[in-house]
């Protein structure tokens, strides 16, 4: 009987994990991993682990792909060469690169930090980087403009804690709605085109 309880017990672990998660981190998984931003199976995605910069590389160089082209990693293999680059995972290190090519992540530093986990600010700043092209960079503190613009399209709800630690779940979820509120601004664009004036296209057509 001893023996059968220790058999179950990293089942019964896996199983407490995966149910103690939310309907919408699970959704928010099951799109992530669709689009290739986690490879990893639910029951070991630690969708409540905090994020290391280096890893949100990869999810934001993904969630790129996932919605544009696919990236050419290494454009320019003279750019970006970090001092501290040696300790970025080999595996993670073309993702890296693209990030700070696409002045994402790494701006104006010879540092990359890439096991530094990451905050809510910093998270929004390069999402917000992302989504719109540096518009809101300059400003001081350097996060405020970025998260303002994030929370007015309900992608980042909670802006007052920007120190808290972003987790892999919150992250996907956050994902997720922007690419929800870019579906809506194309359909928007081609329901606009498509009542003026000799455009007739649709957004049905298109796809």
């Avoid at 407490?16 to 928010?28: D, H, L, P, S």
């Avoid at 990693?73 to 003279?78: L, Q, V």
């Avoid at 892999?168 to 997720?176: A, E, N, V, Y």
Wanted: proline share 3%; net charge neutral.
């Amino acid at each position: 009987m001893k023996k059968l309880a220790l058999l179950l017990l990293p089942l019964l672990t896996i199983g407490t994990f995966v149910f103690a998660y939310t309907a919408e981190q699970k959704e928010a998984y099951d799109w992530a991993y669709s689009k290739w931003i986690t490879t990893q199976p639910l029951e070991k995605a630690d969708l409540d682990w905090n994020v290391t910069r280096q890893a949100l590389a990869k999810m934001l160089i993904k969630f790129h792909e996932s919605r544009y082209w696919e990236v050419k990693y290494i454009s320019d293999p003279n750019a970006c060469q970090f001092l501290d680059k040696g300790s970025i995972t080999e595996d993670l290190k073309p993702f890296v690169h693209a990030a700070c090519e696409f002045e994402l992540m790494g701006v104006w530093t010879k540092y990359f930090n890439p096991l530094w986990t990451v905050t809510r600010a910093q998270f929004g700043t390069v999402l917000s980087r992302l989504l719109y092209w540096g518009n809101y960079d300059g400003w001081n503190p350097y996060y405020k403009k970025h998260l303002d613009a994030l929370k007015k399209h309900w992608i980042m709800k909670y802006i007052d804690s920007p120190e808290m630690l972003e987790k892999r779940g919150d992250i996907m979820i956050m994902l997720k709605r922007a690419n929800e509120v870019l579906d809506k601004e194309i359909e928007d664009l081609m329901n606009y085109w498509s009542n003026s004036d000799g455009y007739k296209i649709t957004v049905k057509e298109i796809k």
